[in-house]
């Protein structure tokens, strides 16, 4: 199985910064591409960012400009640095993974278990 773990969420205020991480564990032969969501009471999940195992991002309209993600594949962790937070970003957020845990195996998709993020007007 692969794991993966966030860390960095909390409160903040209107205007600050947060920087989320995710570290990949397990059986993992090759991690592809990564990725946030986010998910409010009651929507569906959404993307937030998401980044190729070569380094090409991709971004929701609603944070580009605002939320930069990046990745250390020595470390099997994606990061989400993410300055001037507005209220609407209050949300649950979710770190995604595609990965093959051998090299005969598919890939399949991975989720965190997520970390709240809240921000405050």
């Known amino acids: 199985q692969v794991q993966l773990v966030e860390t960095g969420g909390g409160t903040v205020q209107a205007g ?6 995710c570290a990949a564990s397990g059986t ?12 409010t009471p009651g929507k569906q999940r959404e993307l937030v960012a998401s ?5 090409n991002t991709n971004y929701a309209i609603s944070v580009k ?17 993410m300055n001037n937070l507005k209220p609407e970003d209050t949300a649950v957020y979710y770190c995604n993974a595609d990965a093959n845990q051998r ?5 399949r998709t991975y989720w965190g278990q997520g970390t709240q993020v809240t921000v405050s007007s």
Do not use: C, H
Request: net charge positive; hydrophobic share 30%.
């Open 16 to 21: 600050g910064s947060l920087r989320l991480s």
């Open 28 to 39: 993992i032969f090759r991690l592809n591409a990564m990725g946030w969501y986010r998910q």
């Open 51 to 55: 980044i190729s195992s070569s380094g």
């Open 65 to 81: 400009g605002r939320f930069t993600i990046s990745r250390d594949n020595a470390k099997n962790t994606v990061y989400l640095q």
């Open 103 to 107: 090299y005969y195996s598919t890939t």
